[in-house]
């Protein structure tokens, strides 16, 4: 059983940066590709974010590539998304997700954080 505790998220105004962390209990996330997902208020849950087990591949929502980056330190157990040139479009829940398909995130998540809310607004 794995569990996940995002924290990082705040207010920030728009073309500002966040850092989210996603912190890992209960096993190692070393097997783990992880996902990072984010809720707009009255939006649908949708993905931002994939970093394999390795890290060695990362894949980006078109809505945030060259302005997100997903990293990840497996003796720390926590794995990171820097958040850069924030829009106001990008207020939302977001959430750390874990797959056992160490490869993607394509096949379904079996673990889950509760998510921290980040606001981006002047």
């Known amino acids: 059983q794995v569990q996940l505790v995002e924290s990082g998220g705040g207010l920030v105004q728009p073309g500002g940066s966040l850092r989210l962390s996603c912190a890992a209990s209960?096993?190692?996330?070393?097997?783990?590709?992880i996902g990072w997902f984010r809720q707009a208020p009255g939006k649908e849950r949708e993905g931002v974010a994939c970093?394999?087990?390795?890290?060695?591949?990362?894949n980006y929502a078109d809505s945030v590539k060259g302005r997100f980056t997903a990293s990840r330190v497996n003796a720390e157990n926590t794995v990171y998304l820097e958040m850069n040139s924030l829009k106001p479009e990008g207020t939302a829940v977001y959430y750390c997700?874990?797959?056992?398909?160490?490869?993607?995130?394509?096949?379904?998540?079996?673990?889950w954080g509760k998510g921290t809310l980040v606001t981006v607004s002047s």
């Open positions: 209960g096993s190692t996330l070393n097997y783990y590709a």
């Open positions: 997700a874990a797959s056992r398909d160490g490869g993607s995130c394509n096949n379904g998540m079996s673990y």
């Open positions: 970093i394999s087990s390795a890290g060695g591949t990362t």
